[in-house]
């Protein structure tokens, strides 16, 4: 799988082969939601195609001011795709976003910040090829309600699966029993899990959209899944993960259910990662690979990975950037946020896969999650890593092989092994004294409004209302 056309000559053969009646443009905003504007297919042609089509940049949320809110969509045609969702056939675009008043890519557009780190990429001579391989984990729920009032905060998931079924009653059919229950939904078949179909269809769409799938498999908690698809490089492996969220939302509601991404959706219960696989190559060459080291990895792979780790703060604001993200990053949840590195070890920040030769050598970051911009969070992962180079590594711990999820806060503190930020306040607050090895492709004024749109989005809302478990552990103080 991989591009239908290549230039917009095949496009337009693409689009009459196909009977293609729309053009769909779609871009990324800040927090990582795709946006989408349609035109006929009449009204579509190689100058618009080459030079963008209009729009209106104070709409988005943390953009343009209504003063200067005239911006340029530029189509990225290699990207195009037909819509399996669609009831008249539609072709997809994926666009890049053009600031007219600067004669440049847009300084907040994701995707041009991407760009533009692959360009410092090249010009730094360090690499010339950065592969991502995201593994995105989700729910399926059979219902979600949610309430937020003044005087009453309320939301409940439902699910077939869920433990919390097996006393419920169906008008249908009688209640079967089989159920994955808490952290046992690792591999079970059918009847316990009952995502098989679903998934198998999950597999046929993406690669009807161009993504290669290897597997598909019911992952730990009750109603979650994951789908594993091949790696990219940046910017490839964001746009498939937008492409990859997108359909399992739509078949899941095709399907009369709901697919969520969210971090955190059910206590006591793991949560939805996105492990993060990365490496560098150069000339053909795996810069992560020294054959004999440990695990088969090089020096070049420590000092990018020594970067991650020193600029935690500064890379969870992207990679983990909601409050529920911490909700997630637990000890005993497979959600590491001990920052250390191990082969096979999945209780560190890092796990270095086993058995990794030449062409498969890489680092693999286990505590990113999908509410993060995949565009995002995959530049400054990078762009960590590449201070960690420059500078010539900074201090690491590690490898450490035991469970360090059996490691009480004392023990990682006379150890001096670090940690993620406890809370996204933490991580934005980081973000704020830390974000020197980010100008080459963020302004400041990006940065600003970041931290600013976080704050407002997700911190200050969320420290503001009280929860349920507080009224059981504050109300009769």
């Known amino acids: ?86 009831a008249d056939p539609t072709v997809v675009v994926i666009c890049d976003v053009y600031d007219i008043y600067n004669n440049e890519l847009y300084a907040k557009c994701p995707r041009s910040i991407a760009k533009k780190a692959l360009k410092v ?53 009688g209640n079967i029993g089989h159920r994955p229950r808490i952290k046992g939904g690792y591999f079970p078949v059918m009847p316990t899990d009952t995502m098989v179909d679903l998934r198998a ?38 746009d498939n993960v937008q492409k990859y969220k997108y359909v399992v939302k739509m078949v899941a509601h095709l399907n009369g259910k709901t697919a969520t991404f969210m971090p955190k959706p059910i206590y006591n219960d793991n949560g939805n990662g996105m492990h993060v696989h990365q490496s560098l190559w150069k000339d053909g060459k795996n810069l992560f690979y020294q054959e004999g080291e440990y695990a088969n990895l090089s020096k070049t792979a420590l000092d990018y990975l020594s970067g991650i780790f020193h600029h935690k703060e500064a890379v969870a604001a992207f990679t983990n950037p909601s409050t529920n993200s911490y909700k997630r990053l637990l000890p005993g949840f497979e959600a590491p946020r001990i920052l250390t590195y191990s082969s096979q070890n999945r209780s560190a920040a890092c796990r270095i ?5 030449e062409k498969s050598t890489r680092i693999e970051t286990r505590f990113p999650d999908s509410s993060s911009n995949p565009y995002l969070a995959f530049t400054v992962l990078m762009m960590a890593g590449l201070d960690g180079i ?25 150890r001096g092994i670090p ?59």
């Not at 993504?211 to 698809?229: D, F, K, P």
């Not at 896969?353 to 030769?357: K, M, Q, S, T, V």
């Not at 500078?391 to 503190?413: A, Q, S």
Request: negative net charge; glycine residues 8%.
């Open 353 to 357: 896969p086993y058995g990794a030769g």
């Open 121 to 173: 990429l090249e010009e730094k001579g360090v690499a010339d090829a950065a592969y991502f391989g995201p593994e995105n984990e989700f729910f399926i729920f059979d219902n979600v309600v949610i309430k937020d009032k003044d005087n009453e905060q309320y939301f409940r998931v439902d699910s077939d699966e869920g433990h919390w079924a097996d006393d419920a009653e169906y008008d249908d059919a």
């Open 1 to 86: 799988m991989g591009k239908f056309v290549n230039n917009i000559d095949e496009f337009f053969k693409f689009c009459e082969e196909n009977e293609v009646e729309f053009v769909d443009l779609r871009f990324t905003d800040i927090k990582g939601a795709w946006h989408h504007i349609t035109y006929r297919m009449s009204a579509v042609n190689a100058e618009n195609l080459e030079h963008g089509f209009p729009f209106d940049g104070s709409s988005i949320e943390a953009w343009q001011p209504i003063n200067q809110s005239d911006m340029i969509l530029k189509p990225d045609v290699p990207t195009a795709f037909l819509d399996p969702f669609t």
């Open 201 to 238: 269809e999950i597999m046929q769409v993406l690669e009807e959209v161009g993504l290669e799938v290897v597997l598909g498999h019911h992952e730990v908690a009750q109603a979650q899944g994951e789908i594993g698809v091949v790696f990219g490089d940046l910017i490839t492996a964001a």
């Open 419 to 477: 940690e993620l930020p406890n809370t996204l306040r933490d991580a934005l607050e980081g973000l704020e004294k830390d974000h020197e090895f980010l100008k080459p492709v963020m302004s400041d004024e990006f940065i600003k409004t970041y931290i600013d749109y976080q704050f407002e989005r997700h911190v200050v809302p969320v420290e503001g209302r009280p929860t349920p478990y507080e009224y059981i552990s504050t109300y009769s103080c």
């Open 390 to 414: 420059e500078k010539g590594g900074y201090d690491i711990v590690g490898p450490v092989n035991e469970d360090l999820f059996e490691l009480t806060r004392d023990d990682l503190k006379e």
